[in-house]
């Protein structure tokens, strides 16, 4: 919106009106103002439609929407910007239902129930127009600024007047243009030369506001610029280089405009909040938590930050419960080995049901991993780029007679040959075993890692004392590579094993 008339309007404003005279002292101070208030308005960041006497919305500024599933049907969701939430009763997010229970068809929905709630954002923003003039007037009191210039006009100038009145947008425009314009005119017709020491003293007053204001401006960092440099110094690769990657990330699109010297517990906790709203497990939360925490203790040692917002915080009351995966019944384990199913899978089955190996650890195996210690076969677990869990999973796990029946002659290579992602991972074997296991149950609490569960049971139940039952799964403090003599040898291990029967598998 471009006014055509701006000499008009700026007569037709009556307290900036009666400050202007041709004594060019008081040309100065008009002049002086009309600078910082520009400044003002720049740090404002308004913009005004070249087409329509509205505000621009801000729609690319606002949190990314995202789908959520609650009681059985999915909704679109949108984190409300912090400075917009005292008008929507201090929520964190806003949700629509998308009316389906469909993943797809929630997606083709999700933009136009994102406009609406981006349209609800854009109707409660406030009018930097206005707080462009309010920030002036609480920054510049005109009997702190005027008395070192022009004394005379002092009492005259009063924006608050302005702002207690009810002058439309199009007159705050007009305004803000007005000003512009005299700025414009200005620069044009006034030489240092013309004013002498009034032009001097006016300039040296706008020296000690600019060093004021920036003095109250923290020089900070953003979020992102730290996170990232974080990542990029630390040695991490795999799940964990991803899952905070993807925590950073998500953290980032809460609080897009928050600077890293501006965050707070109150961030975390609203963060974390959030999280549980989207039905997360009270342990992922406190995963998250954990990866930004990394990231501001890098932050805090390079000076960036006095203290680590993410000490000291008790979100325990937020999230779901941890939940644990139910174990097999002997008779769901006969019906899922009963089934027809490749060679393949039953392979990578009786893996899980005879060892108690998590998926992963055994749909990567290679033939080099099957070893053999005074003839008794094992699978070690310890090769360094074998992708675990942790040091205890790092470890050596019997092949009973059971599993050397169906796992055959050694060859090359990985054992199973399920694709890869970008992270060496397969989400494939899990998706083709879980399969099988729906054809039997649909409890949500029996999945591949139920076969965990099962074999310690089972071995629980045959007397195995638990040091070696925790060994054998992963829970205790692990193998070193290459060495034997550290905790249960694979002699013990193998025999305690060999006293589970697994009948359902010959049936």
């Known amino acids: 919106m471009k006014l055509q008339q701006p000499c008009v309007v700026w007569n037709g404003i009556g307290p900036i009106k009666s400050a202007i005279s041709t004594d060019r002292g008081h040309e100065v101070a008009i002049y002086s103002l009309c600078i910082v208030f520009v400044e003002l308005l720049a740090d404002a960041s308004f913009a005004m439609d070249t087409t329509k006497d509205t505000i621009l919305d801000t729609t690319q500024d606002y949190p ?9 049907k999915w909704y679109v969701s949108v984190t409300v910007p912090i400075n917009l939430r005292p008008y929507f009763n201090d929520r964190c997010q806003i949700k629509r239902s998308t009316g389906t229970t469909d993943r797809i068809a929630a997606g083709q929905r999700l933009y136009g129930l994102a406009s609406a709630i981006y349209e ?3 109707k409660v923003q406030p009018n930097p127009l206005r707080l462009a003039l309010q920030r002036l007037s609480e920054l510049h009191e005109p009997n702190d600024l005027l008395p070192k210039i022009l004394p005379s006009v002092a009492d ?3 924006y608050d007047a302005h702002l207690s009145s009810d002058d439309s947008d199009w007159e705050l425009a007009a305004l803000v243009d007005g000003h512009m314009e005299a700025i414009s005119l200005h620069c044009q017709t006034l030489e240092r030369t ?14 000690e506001i600019k060093k004021h204001r920036d003095g109250e401006r923290p020089q900070t960092k953003k979020f992102m610029d730290v996170a990232s440099a974080y990542v990029g110094s630390a040695a991490m690769h795999g799940t964990r280089l991803s899952s905070i990657k993807k925590a950073i990330g998500e953290f980032d699109r809460t609080f897009p405009k928050v600077t890293l010297n501006e965050l707070t517990k109150v961030h975390f906790y609203e963060y974390a909040t959030i999280l549980a709203e989207d039905g997360m497990a009270k342990n992922t939360i406190k995963g998250r938590i954990a990866r930004l925490s990394s990231v501001f203790k890098f932050a805090e040692k390079k000076g960036h930050v006095v203290s680590n917002p993410t000490v000291g915080l008790d979100y325990s009351d937020l999230g779901r419960d941890v939940e644990h995966w139910v174990p097999f019944t002997k008779d769901q384990l006969y019906k899922i080995f009963q089934q027809p199913m490749k060679a393949r899978e039953r392979l990578l089955l009786t893996i ?4 108690g190996m998590r998926l992963d650890e055994a749909a990567l195996l290679e033939w080099q991993d099957v070893k053999d210690k005074d003839g008794i076969p094992y699978f070690d677990l310890t090769r360094a780029d074998l992708k675990i869990k942790n040091k205890g999973s790092k470890r050596f796990v019997p092949i009973v007679t059971d599993l050397q029946n169906v796992l055959g002659k050694e060859g090359s290579g990985r054992i199973f040959n399920y694709r890869l992602n970008a992270l060496g991972k397969t989400s494939d074997a899990s998706i083709i075993c879980m399969e099988h296991i729906r054809a039997v ?5 029996q999945v591949n890692h139920s076969f965990r569960g099962t074999i310690k049971d089972l071995m629980r139940d045959e007397g195995v004392a638990k040091e070696v039952n925790d060994y054998i799964t992963g829970h205790g403090s692990g193998d070193a590579a290459g060495r034997y003599g550290v905790g249960p040898s694979v002699a013990v291990r193998y025999k ?11 049936a």
């Open 496 to 506: 305690q094993l060999s006293r589970v029967s697994h009948p359902w598998l010959t």
């Open 441 to 445: 149950t649909a409890n949500p609490l």
């Open 194 to 207: 013309a004013f002498g020491p009034d032009f001097d003293a006016a300039q040296a007053v706008l020296g």
């Open 120 to 122: 609800e954002f854009n």
């Open 64 to 72: 990314e929407a995202t789908l959520v599933k609650a009681k059985g």
């Open 352 to 355: 899980l049901v005879t060892t």
């Open 156 to 158: 005259n100038i009063n």
